[in-house]
């Protein structure tokens, strides 16, 4: 029942950093605008450079992480919150 629990918690954080990263997207750059070259990453966000582990551990540095993380499947449908809460859903069995 614990281990539920925090699984449940996780999820519920997980999810809100991303409901946080795509209601605030002109905020963060992608990686394709940094340069003009066709990559992998270039949907991924660009995660600033920061030195202070306060900045590190932000809503914002945090969510980027995760965003970068995410399958590509999940990335290319960022823009639409309904259609990603139920992939994040049955990703996760939240």
């Not at 539920?4 to 946080?20: G, N, Y």
């Not at 990453?41 to 920061?50: A, M, R, W």
């Not at 202070?52 to 809503?59: D, E, F, S």
């Amino acid at each position: 029942m614990g281990w539920e629990l925090i699984c449940d918690v996780l999820c519920v954080c997980v999810f809100s950093l991303l409901i946080f990263l795509n209601k605030n997207k002109s905020q963060f750059t992608p990686n394709s605008e940094i340069h003009n070259y066709a990559t992998r990453q270039e949907i991924n966000f660009h995660l600033p450079q920061v030195n202070l582990t306060k900045c590190q551990k932000g809503i914002g540095y945090l969510g980027i992480k995760i965003f970068n993380k995410l399958p590509q499947y999940l990335k290319e449908e960022f823009d639409n919150p309904k259609k990603i809460q139920r992939r994040f859903e049955k990703l996760f069995e939240c």
